[in-house]
């Protein structure tokens, strides 16, 4: 027999003492919060970390830009406009300070533009176009997220009153979501928009005014898929007020679904914010958005198509990282995808 | 322990719990029993699906309004309580552990603010110190480590949550708990050890249990008394001993032939019962009646014979 | 006793999972077999294993799983080292399994009788006519009544119970060798459960087939299975006939399990039950995974795992306490009465 190779102690055989290895309620593994875990998940997802660099990277940038004063009052010169863009030392064309006219690569910085640089290029009134860029980038995603905080609340406030009252309430709730549905986000803005005064504000409220109502719903349905979970009806038949369920029970649990639903509201936002610019009823001028900016590219895109290129570069970017990082949080906070 | 004299501690009367009432898809899940609980008993409530057992013991905790009859606990009508410090009190003197370990904790919040929700709203709790030892003790209760205080219910198996459970019904210290299928989630070994925690319980803390389940093995280990549902109605009660040593009722026997047994020769030779349940709805009136001493049987009075020829034979 | 060939034979399968917090070892080292004709109980509790073996039979584990060592015989090949087409072959044709919840076990969108029809013209290549008339047969079989027409309804129209039926009449329609059902009965009612668990002995005669019986139900166990398997911590930690294991079980977990269900005639206050809970297989303790929830346990169980130990030719526990060093112990008075039951009839 194998244990006859192997040198036992002489008590082998006999009973271990009372107790003494009866270890039973130890839990091994560290403690692993929901968050922890969540991000650990996240991080697996290559393309969602790169996202959430890069709009990391453009918030930072474009916010932290307002400090510096070269970026925050932007000058113009008028006969520095229309130039390409150059950056000092790259030498490839697009970025060398040349241009193609009338067939042929001139170089635009000539005469009085001899000394500048600007990094992408300058616009009609001779503006820094990397920093309008900057400061369109900082106003859209102002706009954005206040507009997506407010609707936030309201939808959130919203959908947990009508899925926890349920009954003649909720159907009414509901009835109410249905008739605003039925008439189109872009006629309500609009109509918002000559109401009210231009200007930003407006147009915050004008978006967040359309924009609850998908996250109302989404948190209407999942409150009612909790209100029927033990965990509440433990906390009723504890005699909890509903209102501190609502906070202490439902709320932390409807994370998950506020924030992945959030992460694509706000590209939603920043779209329909720069689509009103784009038709000029957006941000009023001397400020900027990447609407605007996009608005005024588009008027001479067959000769400087730079002027175009760059913002909408930006907002694409916006766009698509927002959408893949919630993406990649939806598969991170949903507990049926564990290994 | 059963004690004879003891008084009732509840008192159900032609309770009838139904739901979509007048529509189409009316289910009447509880419709018209009548049983009491004393005081230190443990009350089995059994029935399979569909019988109205976790129905029953939700519109006893007033998570539903009856839709008729009532529920009388400590000689108030539960439904009647006006005052909030009545409410308060009845919440604090019922309690329930429920059956699924995976939902009935909330997944976001410590094992101590889970425990400590009945502390809190009650405000047993003088300070923050008082609240952690309080939790604490209760968790040695349950057999639990102190340490488990800080983790949430993921980390745990389905029995440790069970035990939770039952440390938060504990904490408002109530005199009646209502265990809605406690150990139908749980492995065998881990059902023997929640069961063996909650007598231990009930002598030390003098409580009185309705204890609902399906597992008929486990329920008349535990029960004083059992009283067996079908279909929304009460069929039969009885001591447990005698429910299972002399089952009137065609749906008890049913049900006992059913059960298994870990005995190869026992089950080699058992036979299935089976069981018409058209019987019920054949237009008879029927109500509880006493074949025996505090041996119940649903019954038309035309049958009321043929059951007392059970019982001799 | 006749000796059954066996159709089936396992061989010192070793399974890991990888997961976040490092590497699961969910089966250690199990050996069995599955003679023809019989039912073989596999009984354990939640993380012993007996899941991730019955998959693993199928090919059906999930992709983190890694097959570190063993084989698994049948009908000619090691079934570990077919690819997927080779395993569709199998399933469905020679080997089926009926799973615990029938509601989600058929597909809703889809008839009945299409759903019995399928594994006829997947395996066998029957007209489409022709596998419908056997779908219909087989249905008869279940004991759905009225199968002439019902054979057109959709899953929602049925009962637990009859879906059931269902989900057994589509794993026997191409009358598979082996059957593995995984706590088939555990989501239904009792009186349900005892009309299928009859229904599929029935069937098993009929059919000829294997069973392979997963449970933590010692009482449905006793009803059904002629052999018995049980798993602790991913090992099998004892196996006999049915009789050997209710009447003179040696290992003292299996002493824990059946002292843990009362009987209809168990009288004490205090039901013995297993202390503390499972162990975790990141770090399987050292020795015997038993060994800390065993009050028996010897100090040899912190240091070495137990091999098997003869009872008898049909009768093996692992347990040190079997081991001729080992003190003679007494087991708790519900295995004592066991035993001596067992003597008296084994001499009458």
Redesign the interface.
């Known amino acids: ?3 006859k190779a ?1 040198q ?2 002489k ?6 003492s ?1 107790g003494a ?9 560290p ?4 968050v922890k875990d969540s991000w ?1 998940r996240l991080k697996k997802n290559k393309a969602a970390m790169i996202s959430l660099y890069i709009l990391i990277f453009l918030f930072v940038v474009s916010f932290g830009s307002a400090l510096i004063p070269a970026f925050s009052s932007i000058s113009t010169h008028p006969n520095l406009n229309n130039l390409p863009p150059r950056i000092p030392g790259i030498d490839i064309p697009g970025f060398n300070g040349t241009l193609v006219q009338g067939g042929a690569r001139v170089n635009a910085y000539t005469g009085a533009a001899a000394n500048h640089y600007f990094w992408l290029g300058s616009d009609y009134l001779g503006r820094d176009l990397f920093a309008r860029t900057l400061f369109g980038t900082r106003i859209s995603l102002l706009i954005a997220v206040v507009a997506t905080f407010f609707d936030l609340t309201i939808g959130v406030a919203y959908g947990i009153i009508s899925g926890w009252i349920g009954g003649k309430v909720d159907t009414f709730m509901q009835r109410v979501i249905e008739i605003l549905l039925s008439i189109p986000n872009l006629v309500v803005m609009i109509l918002l928009l000559l109401v009210l005064k231009p200007g930003i504000p407006a147009i915050i409220i004008a978006i967040a005014f359309t924009s609850w109502i998908n996250m109302a719903r989404l948190v209407r349905a999942q409150t009612l898929e909790l209100k029927s ?3 509440v ?8 007020s509903s209102f501190k369920i609502a906070f ?2 439902l709320l ?2 409807l ?1 998950s679904v506020i924030i992945i639903n959030t992460m694509f509201t706000i590209p939603s936002a920043i779209f329909f914010e720069a689509f009103l610019s784009f038709i000029g009823i957006g941000v009023p001028a001397p400020a900027a958005s990447l609407g605007t900016l996009i608005s005024n590219g588009q008027k001479s895109f067959q000769f400087l198509p730079y002027q175009m290129w760059v913002p909408a570069i930006v907002l694409s970017l916006l766009m698509i990282a927002f959408n893949i990082l919630g993406d990649g949080l939806r598969d991170a906070f949903d507990p049926k995808s564990r ?1 | 322990m059963l004690d004879k004299d003891a008084p009732k501690i509840l008192e159900v009367k032609n309770l009838k719990q139904y739901f979509n009432v007048g529509r189409k898809d009316e289910v009447r899940a509880v419709d018209d029993i009548t049983f009491n609980v004393h005081e230190g008993e443990t009350f089995g409530l059994v029935g399979e699906s569909g019988s109205g057992k976790t129905t029953t013991g939700r519109a006893i905790s007033h998570l539903y309004e009856p839709t008729g009859g009532e529920i009388i606990f400590e000689g108030k009508d539960v439904s009647k309580l006006k005052t909030k410090k009545d409410e308060k009190e009845f919440r604090s003197d019922i309690q329930t552990i429920f059956q699924d370990p995976y939902a009935s904790l909330n997944p976001r919040m410590k094992v101590k603010d889970i425990i400590a929700e009945g502390i809190d709203i009650n405000h047993l709790a003088k300070d923050k110190a008082d609240r952690d030892a309080q939790v604490e003790e209760l968790l040695e209760t349950v057999g639990l480590n102190k340490e488990h205080a800080n983790r949430y219910p993921h980390e745990f198996s389905g029995g440790q949550r069970q035990r939770i459970g039952i440390a938060r019904a504990l904490a408002v210290k109530p005199k009646f708990i209502i265990a809605d299928e406690p150990i139908s989630a749980l492995d065998v070994s881990i059902q023997a050890q929640v069961v063996n925690l909650l007598k231990d319980l009930q002598k030390k803390r003098k409580l009185t249990y309705l204890f609902i389940a399906h597992d008929l093995s486990m329920v008349k280990y535990i029960s004083d008394r059992i009283g067996v549902m079908h279909y929304g109605r009460m069929l039969e009660i009885a001591d447990a001993d005698e429910l299972y040593a002399h089952p009137l009722h065609d749906y008890t026997r049913s049900l006992l032939s059913a059960v298994p047994v870990p005995d190869p020769e026992f089950e080699r030779q058992r036979e299935i019962v089976d069981y018409d349940a058209s019987v019920e709805s054949d237009g008879k009136q029927r109500k509880l009646v006493e074949i025996a001493p505090n041996h119940y049987v649903r019954a038309a009075d035309d049958e009321i014979q043929m059951y007392k020829d059970r019982l001799n034979s | 006793m006749e000796n059954k060939e066996n159709i089936l034979e396992v061989r010192n399968l070793s399974i890991n999972f990888k997961t976040y917090a490092g590497t699961v070892q969910a089966i250690r080292d199990i050996s069995f077999d599955l003679k023809k004709g019989e039912t073989l109980a596999i009984v354990g509790e939640s993380g012993s294993g007996k899941s991730v073996t019955t998959r693993s039979i199928m090919g059906l584990n999930a992709t983190n799983a890694d097959v570190v060592d063993g084989s698994i015989e049948f009908d000619g090949q090691d079934i570990l080292k077919l690819d997927e087409k080779e395993l569709s072959k199998l399933r469905g044709s020679k080997i089926a399994e009926i799973f615990q919840d029938p509601m989600t076990s058929l597909d809703p969108t889809m008839k009945i009788g299409r759903q019995v029809a399928e594994p006829l013209m997947i395996h066998q290549g029957l007209s489409k006519e022709k596998a419908m008339a056997k779908a219909l047969e087989m249905l008869k079989l279940v004991g759905i009544t009225n199968a002439e027409e019902r054979i057109n309804d959709y899953p929602y129209q049925f009962s637990g119970g009859m879906r059931q039926r269902i989900v057994i009449a589509i794993a026997l329609v191409n009358y598979p060798e082996i059957l593995i059902a995984d706590e088939p009965t555990t989501a239904l009612d009792v009186t349900i459960q005892a009309k299928i668990l009859e229904l599929m002995k029935e069937l098993q005669t009929k059919i000829n087939t294997s069973i392979i019986f997963i449970t933590h139900d010692l009482g449905v166990v006793a009803g059904m299975a002629d052999r018995v398997a049980v798993m602790y911590a991913g090992k099998i930690v004892e196996y006999g006939t049915v009789d050997e294991i209710f009447y003179n079980p040696k290992h003292p977990y299996t002493w824990g399990l059946l002292g843990s269900m009362p009987t209809l005639d168990t009288d004490e206050d205090v039901l013995p039950s297993i202390p503390g809970t499972p162990p975790d297989l990141l770090e399987p303790p050292v020795g015997d995974a038993f060994a800390a929830r065993n009050k028996y346990a010897l100090k040899i169980d912190t240091i070495e795992q137990p091999p098997f130990f003869k009872v008898s030719d049909t009768h093996y526990a692992a347990t040190w306490l079997l081991d001729d060093r080992a003190p003679k112990v007494t087991p708790p008075a519900d295995i004592v009465k066991r035993q001596e039951h067992f003597k008296n009839t084994k001499q009458g």
């Open positions: 027999m194998a244990d192997k036992l102690p008590d082998a055989f006999e009973p271990l009372d290895h009866l270890d039973n309620e130890k839990i091994a593994a403690s692993l919060t929901f650990r979970q033990e965990f009806l433990a906390a009723r038949s504890l005699g909890e202490k029970h932390p649990n994370t290994e």
